[in-house]
């Protein structure tokens, strides 16, 4: 498999204009995850689904902020309209669930940039 | 809920020389407990994870952690580190039951000297 699959790698943007990063996860995986990621703040969850319904999403910042899973095979974290405190390391990670495979796979993440 | 303490921002240590990494957990139930490697502009990689049984678990490249559920800690050991070490170390908790939440901590900067 190749992994946890993020679009794009790097993404600058203006203050207000919508930003649209996109997941695929790896296939068979029943979660998956977004996270940001500042030097501020560290990692923090944004939110999570299990079988693409939203699990919770206490860590979504705000209304600007919103993501989907359409099907098992993609997910979009969507934020509208942008802002520069919005720059960030945004990553997305599946897993298969509790058992001796629970650990969360990783994607490469995307750096949004707002200016 | 659960939180995870790194106390150590950054540990420089000499190449060859040993490390402990550390790393405090809070909970009121069971958790898993995982350590996370994250290399300049990649994303995290597991490391060694603890689930149950042996209190001891080893990674592939040299590394190990104890689970101890009285100090609630699970330190990250290596007794030789080398240069391409020099990483971020995250630990992670997530309860064995409940909601299935990740929860990081702040990292560790490791800087391994020549």
């Known amino acids: 498999d190749a992994g946890v699959i993020q679009s794009p790698r790097h993404e600058v943007t203006e203050m207000g204009q919508e930003v649209t990063l996109r997941c695929k996860p790896i296939s068979g995986h029943d979660y998956l995850f977004w996270y940001r990621q500042t030097m501020m703040r560290g990692l923090e969850l944004l939110i999570y689904?299990?079988?693409?319904?939203?699990?919770?999403d206490s860590g979504m910042p705000e209304d600007r902020f919103s993501a989907k899973m359409p099907n098992a095979s993609f997910s979009t974290l969507k934020i509208q309209p942008s802002e520069p405190r919005d720059s960030a390391v945004y990553f997305c990670?599946?897993?298969?669930?509790?058992?001796?495979?629970?650990?969360?796979?990783f994607g490469q993440g995307t750096r949004l940039t707002v200016v | 809920a659960q939180s995870v303490t790194q106390l150590d921002s950054q540990v420089p240590v000499f190449e060859e020389a040993p490390v402990e990494l550390r790393c405090n957990y809070s909970s009121s139930v069971s958790v898993y407990l995982f350590w996370y490697v994250q290399y300049p502009n990649q994303g995290l990689q597991l490391l060694l994870k603890?689930?149950?049984?042996?209190?001891l678990v080893e990674s592939i490249n040299g590394f190990e952690a104890e689970f101890n559920k009285s100090q609630t800690s699970f330190h990250l050991r290596k007794p030789s580190v080398h240069i391409s070490d020099t990483a971020e170390y995250f630990c992670?908790?997530?309860?064995?039951?409940?909601?299935?939440?990740?929860?990081f901590g702040t990292g560790t900067r490791l800087k391994v000297l020549a």
């Open positions: 689904f299990n079988n693409n319904v939203p699990i919770d």
């Open positions: 990670a599946s897993s298969l669930g509790r058992g001796l495979r629970t650990e969360a796979f």
């Open positions: 603890y689930l149950s049984g042996s209190t």
């Open positions: 992670a908790v997530i309860p064995s039951s409940g909601t299935y939440k990740y929860i």
